[in-house]
């Protein structure tokens, strides 16, 4: 597990392996205010098989964070990629088109489909 600290959205990420959830890469973001935190749902960064070395910085010349980690479904390659609360998917959760032609969770009459990872959508065909 490890985390940072986001000065330009005033955000703490805590990335993690989740061994309920099959060992996946997750990460939840948390908002500061004061002296708590609430946090938003988490979301995988990456598939199963995060085997070890999972760590986050935060660069503030770019205003990322980042994330590197040792993919164990991936020959155990050491792998770094940048996350943001704004572009993860929720693995298994069903998403919808939204009135204003986003995808969200909320339910609306269209299903788009259920998230595969935290960037892809298996597509329902109605």
């Known amino acids: 597990m490890s985390n940072s600290f986001d000065t330009s959205s005033n955000k703490v990420v805590i990335c993690f392996q989740d061994t309920a959830n099959s060992n996946v890469g997750t990460a ?6 004061g002296t708590s ?28 964070t980042i994330v590197t980690f040792v993919d164990g479904s991936d020959s155990t390659k ?9 572009n993860a998917l929720t693995i298994g959760s069903t ?4 009135d204003d032609g986003t995808l ?19 597509l329902v065909n109605t």
């Open 104 to 122: 969200g969770t909320g339910s609306t009459s269209i299903v788009a489909g259920e998230a595969l990872s935290a960037t892809s959508i298996n």
């Open 95 to 98: 998403y919808y088109v939204q």
């Open 78 to 86: 050491g792998k770094a990629l940048t996350i943001t609360e704004s």
């Open 28 to 33: 939840v973001f948390g908002t500061v205010s």
């Open 37 to 64: 935190i609430s946090f938003a749902a988490s979301s995988a960064f990456v598939g199963g098989g995060i085997t070890s070395n999972i760590s986050t910085t935060f660069d503030s010349n770019v205003n990322k």
